[in-house]
């Protein structure tokens, strides 16, 4: 099939406007993934904390108070994670009003008894917000 000369013209037109649109598409689409990148990062800045806290960090070095049996606790916190609905309100609980020390006991225990940190179980299904409930709870531990 021979094309006459205005038909290939056509052609070429349509093909260099299909390349510009798709060029333009590509370049919106980096902005829209910079942005998304950016909302992330702010997200993360906001429920995790600018500083990195964390469960584990928060009680590094802490010497666990003798004869504090914080077990009870660990497991009122491994027990709060369910299939169908998790109790967040009893993880507050268990960790509000405790000393750094209790809070280092508790700590030790939960991962004697599940074999894993506090720190990583309560990460891997808390929301940020959460997540931050609890570095907020822990941190006002004296």
Do not use: H
């Not at 606790?73 to 027990?79: L, P, S, W």
Request: net charge positive; proline share 1%; charged share 25%.
């Amino acid at each position: 099939m021979k094309l006459d000369k205005n038909t290939s013209l056509i052609l070429l037109v349509v093909c260099i406007a299909v390349g510009i649109i798709l060029l333009i598409r590509g370049k919106k689409n980096k902005a829209i993934k910079e942005k998304e990148v950016t909302d992330i990062r702010a997200r993360i800045q906001q429920d995790v904390g600018s500083f990195g806290v964390d469960v584990n960090s928060t009680v590094y070095g802490v010497a666990p108070q003798p004869g504090y049996n914080g077990k009870v606790y660990a497991d009122k916190i491994y027990n709060a994670k369910s299939i169908w609905n998790d109790d967040e309100d009893a993880i507050y609980t268990a960790l509000s009003g405790k000393t750094r020390a209790q809070l280092a006991s508790i700590s030790q225990a939960f991962e004697s008894a599940y074999g894993m940190t506090m720190d990583d179980f309560l990460m891997g299904f808390l929301s940020g917000t959460e997540y931050q409930n609890v570095v907020n709870i822990i941190q006002k531990a004296k």
